[in-house]
Every structure is written in structure tokens, then in C-alpha cells.
């Protein structure tokens, strides 16, 4: 089996360190590729941290992956040798459950196969992720890159892309909606841009009056500073949708009375407690509170086209991979515009 440079943490309370793992060879249809840049998501904090619980170790992580396709197998079809490829949080399905049957693996049935911090279909070889030299996946689960693309900005694609361009696909988004975006860090950016280019007006919706030029520079030509209780006044009833981006405790109450008559509200953040609903809010307007994950393969294809076409990509911070432990510590203190990116050849 190839031996594969990687940074991996031993334990919850471990640093990342240079580390080696096993590749599996590269069978009939798999794809292997050299990895160029990984992103860093902020649930690679929480998982190598065990903050979910049910952390595995050693962890490799990484599920913002981009290079170049070094080999194929026998009955490869889609990707060639010298092809730019990413993976994203998935390596792998049951194939057969109704929700794979719609393109929706990322739900699959009987659980898949994530990118790390699991095990692949056989539940017992572990996988491994981005922070590392090669992977080999599946060529059912690598998606195609545009040579349009900022390859190093792409890479938050693979995750944070799709998990904004989803919901605003689900709830169809176009020109002239109303689109809330809560929260200015490593999605939010990505849902103003991707709304933005869908042809919705944009306000961005954050607690701080400094993230205003920032926003608008994305795309956003309204702001809401909704550490201000006059601005759930003024936006009372204003919005088709809201993505909410935000991980910490927040009272969705007071967003939803900003959603107009059967207006929708989708959570992509995660608070760390179950956070109180009044019914009335739900009510009173047959409005919509729901959550989103990810993507499936065949959407995220479908917005990395869209991405290409609209010259969409993340703002990014470009690091060697040695540098990924204070990238951690910045994340934590929001010390990041917008997203970390490893420079893998740095490995």
C-alpha cells in the first residue's frame, strides 16, 4: 500500500504533526490525486477536538480537497491522468437507498462514507483526508475543477460553496428575492457571493458594523446590524429566505419575524444547545424553519460549473501546512478573511 505524508492528530488534545498513512492502490475505478491545497473548515476543529464526540485517531483532516489526477483505473471513464479533481466531504455511498436513488448521498440511508473521521463502506478501513500528499477515491465521488477556477481558492468549494449553494438551489433563489445571510465568516461570505450572482438582493445580517464594507464589496447592498433591536424593526417581514450561518447561541425567534408570508429560514450553523422556538413565530405567516447539509456529488458539480461561470471562488488565506495549528487558534478568535487554505506542496 503507498505510504502518504499527511498531518494527522493522535488525540483530542494533540497538535496536528507530520504524520504517515496508507493509500489504498488504486483499483478499477478509483482515481487518485495529488493533492495541491486543502481548505480548513471549522468542523475539522470540532472533530479533531472530539467536540461532536466519536472522534477517531489518529485523524487526517481535510475535506476541501483540489489537485491534479496522477493515475486512473481500468474502467475510469470520467477523469484522465493531468485532470484538475477535488473531493468533498463524501468518498463513498451505499448507492441503493432512496435518498442516494435522488442524488442526495450525503443523506444516504444507512450512513456513507465521509472524507475523514470514518470508515469507508466496508466499515473497517478508516479514511483519511486533505491534510495530506495523495488520496484515492472513487471516481463517482471526484468532481471536476474548471481551469477557470483559482485552484487554491476553490478549495473551500468542496465545502463551504455547496453548503451554502444548496439551500439557495432548494428554496430557488433568483432574481429580485430577498436573501438574509446571518453571519459574515467562512459561509456566510460564500452564501452573499453565491445569492449575489443568483440575481437576489442581499442584506448581510451580522452583529458587528465593522463587516459591512466587507460585505457589500461581496456582493451584499444591504446591511443589518442586528445587535441593534431597531433593525428587526425595520426588516420586519422583509426577506424571502434566510441562511443562517451562525455557530453560536443566537434567538431565532427574532429572525423569523423578519421572513415575509411563507418565507423560509434555513439553519447551516450548529449552536452548541437546543435553541427555544415559539410556535407563533412559525405561525403566524407559515413560515418555514429548516437545516441543510452539504450536497450531493451531482449538485456540487452543479455549482462548481456555476461557480466557473460566474468566476466565483472563495477570499482566502494561503498557508504551509506546518502553520496549521495557529490556523486553528485564529479560527477560534475569528482571526480569518474567509477561509484558510493549506499549501500542500508545503508538505
Partial sequence: MPITKAFAAASATSALEPFQIDRREVGPHDVQIEIAFCGVCHS???QVRNEWGGSMYPMVPGHEIVGRV?????????????DLAGVGCMVDSCRTCASCKRDLEQFCEVGGAFTYNGTEMDRKTPTYGGY?????????????????????????????????????????TKKGDKVGVVGLG?????????????????????????????????????????SDDTTF??????????????????????YLGMLRLEGAMVLLGVPPAP??????????GRKTL???????????????DFCAGHGIVSEIELIPVQRVNEAYERMMKGDVRYRFVLDMKTL
Avoid at 483505473?73 to 477523469?79: I, M, P, Q
Fill in 44 to 46: 475539522d476543529i470540532h
Fill in 70 to 82: 496522477t493515475a486512473v483505473g481500468g474502467h475510469v471513464k470520467k477523469f484522465k491522468a493531468g
Fill in 186 to 226: 467562512g459561509l456566510g461570505h460564500m452564501a452573499v457571493k453565491l445569492a449575489a450572482a443568483m440575481g437576489a438582493e442581499v442584506t448581510m445580517l451580522s452583529t458587528s458594523a465593522s463587516k459591512e464594507v466587507d460585505a457589500r464589496k461581496l456582493g451584499a447592498t444591504g446591511f443589518g446590524l442586528t
Fill in 132 to 172: 495530506s500528499a495523495s488520496v484515492v477515491v472513487n471516481e463517482d465521488f471526484v468532481l471536476s475543477i474548471s481551469p477557470k477556477l483559482d485552484l487554491a481558492a476553490a478549495a473551500p468549494l468542496l465545502c463551504a460553496g455547496i453548503t451554502t449553494y444548496s439551500p439557495l438551489r432548494h428554496w430557488n
Fill in 275 to 284: 435553541t427555544p422556538v415559539a410556535a407563533t413565530s412559525l405561525i403566524f
Fill in 233 to 254: 424593526k425595520r426588516l420586519a417581514g422583509h426577506f424571502d429566505l434566510i441562511i443562517d450561518t451562525i455557530s453560536a447561541p443566537h434567538d431565532y425567534n427574532k
Fill in 290 to 304: 429548516s437545516g441543510s447539509l452539504i450536497g450531493g456529488i451531482a449538485e456540487t458539480q452543479e455549482m462548481l
